[in-house]
């Protein structure tokens, strides 16, 4: 993510990484960058937080995310690519969201970086959810 990124981002939420602005990323000969997570992105006009979380789980399903819900306005979503998985948590509320890393598997997470591939798979993620209706 360069700065430029995280530029066009900004008005629609906050992105939280460690050294997200550090030009290079991580290690790993560039295939690493720090771990994104997104906080307060607003969701686009009024709705219940049953809709909401109908909201969360049609734009993470129809990325191929499995969407389990853990309880009121916690939804978590697990991305399955060839060997690879993604475990994150989306708390929401009725007027924003997070996506949160939990865990994952061969994606070469040392703590503060992971392979590149998890931060596209999250901020589409997160687009998605913001653009798709709550109805």
């Given at each position: 993510m360069n700065r430029r990124h995280l530029i066009?981002?900004?008005g629609i939420g906050t992105m939280l990484g460690v050294?997200?602005?550090a030009a290079g990323g991580g290690g790993g000969g560039g295939r690493n960058a720090p771990v994104q997570?997104?906080?307060?992105v607003p969701?686009?006009?009024?709705?219940s937080m049953a809709a909401r979380g109908n909201q969360i789980?049609?734009?993470g399903t129809g990325l191929g995310w499995v969407m389990e819900d853990r309880g009121p306005g916690?939804?978590?979503?697990t991305l399955n690519v060839r060997t690879h998985q993604a475990v994150v948590d989306i708390p929401y509320n009725n007027s924003v969201f997070g996506i949160r890393y939990v865990s994952s598997q061969?994606?070469?997470?040392?703590g503060t970086t992971i392979h590149r591939n998890y931060n596209g798979?999250?901020?589409r993620l997160q687009r998605t959810i913001a653009a798709t209706g709550p109805g």
């Open positions: 066009r981002l900004g050294g997200a602005c997570n997104y906080e307060g969701f686009i006009g009024g709705a789980r049609r734009a916690l939804i978590r979503g061969n994606l070469d997470y040392d798979w999250v901020e």
